[in-house]
């Protein structure tokens, strides 16, 4: 089966994990030092999988729940067709991993690039599928944020918005022999073997997912991610982990880690309110 711990084949999807369709918001000021800018995205790619929930309830802030596979509407169809097949882990909760590599990020008025115009810029989002305390509204938190220079660290730490620090290495070549990306999170290191596969698709609406996340004075962000990537192609490939912590322990345990879609191009703005 594909659904394996050690290796997930992707498929092209035009939408993330918990993503909806938006009109174009085009001209969005950034003038507040809480609204960021993605720019020039070079690759985008989410890791979708299960998580125990004895580990997630540890990770919620107050107020939150988490929300079952079994009853997440909009569950990946990779993660559907695992708890059908191990109905054992319907009462696991859905958790999404994504990384965007862009050539520079715009926090409000300061703009954060590589001096090394072949080096990416990397912001990642760890995100767990739950619901508010009002009325059990569907409302996902983010575990945590992360980025991988230390300038963009800085400039978020201004605005109120940690970064825990990422190391990451991109091998990504024209061709088709295997690309590697290697991310190390704090005790975690994840690399990932593969290729696009397929035909690309275009993307043509901009996509949004949204969530809170806890700042760095103990307030609360409502955070709101709209992506308009150009085009989006399956992977083939797989991911291994290594390492200790939460995000690796949480990774090794799921019965599936599913890798995809490749987006590619784009932009995308990130904004944070309260």
Not at 67 to 81: F, K, N, T
Not at 176 to 186: A, F, P, R, S
Not at 201 to 218: A, F, H, K, N, Y
Request: with cysteine; hydrophobic share 40%.
């Amino acid at each position: 089966s594909i659904l394996t711990r050690t290796a997930v084949v992707g498929v092209a999807l035009a939408s993330c994990w918990g993503a909806s369709s938006l009109p174009a918001q085009a001209g969005t000021e950034l003038k507040d030092s809480r609204a960021w800018s993605l720019q020039g995205l070079r690759t985008g790619y989410c890791v979708r999988f299960l998580i125990d929930p004895k580990m997630g309830s540890g990770m919620l802030e107050d107020g939150f729940r988490l929300v079952r596979a079994d009853r997440d509407s909009s569950l990946h169809p990779a993660l559907r067709q695992t708890i059908q097949h191990q109905p054992e882990f319907a009462g696991w909760s859905p958790s999404s991993l994504c990384f965007y590599f862009t050539e520079a990020v715009r926090v409000g008025e300061r703009r954060v690039a590589e001096k090394n115009r072949r080096k990416s810029l990397m912001i990642g989002i760890w995100t767990l599928a739950a619901r508010g305390q009002n009325a059990g509204a569907r409302h996902d938190l983010a575990v945590d944020l992360y980025g991988n220079q230390g300038s963009l660290i800085r400039a978020a730490q201004q605005s109120g918005v940690r970064l825990r620090e990422a190391q990451t290495s991109v091998a990504d070549r024209a061709d088709t022999t295997t690309d590697i990306y290697t991310v190390k999170l704090q005790k975690a290191l994840l690399t990932w073997r593969g290729r696009p596969a397929g035909d690309s698709t275009m993307v043509d609406q901009p996509i949004q997912e949204s969530w809170s996340v806890s700042g760095l004075r103990g307030q609360m962000w409502n955070a709101r991610l709209i992506r308009t990537p150009s085009w989006s192609r399956p992977l083939v490939g797989s991911l291994t982990v290594e390492g200790k912590g939460d995000l690796a322990k949480a990774l090794k345990a799921s019965p599936i880690r599913f890798v995809g879609p490749l987006y590619i191009g784009g932009g995308g703005e990130l904004h944070f309110s309260r």
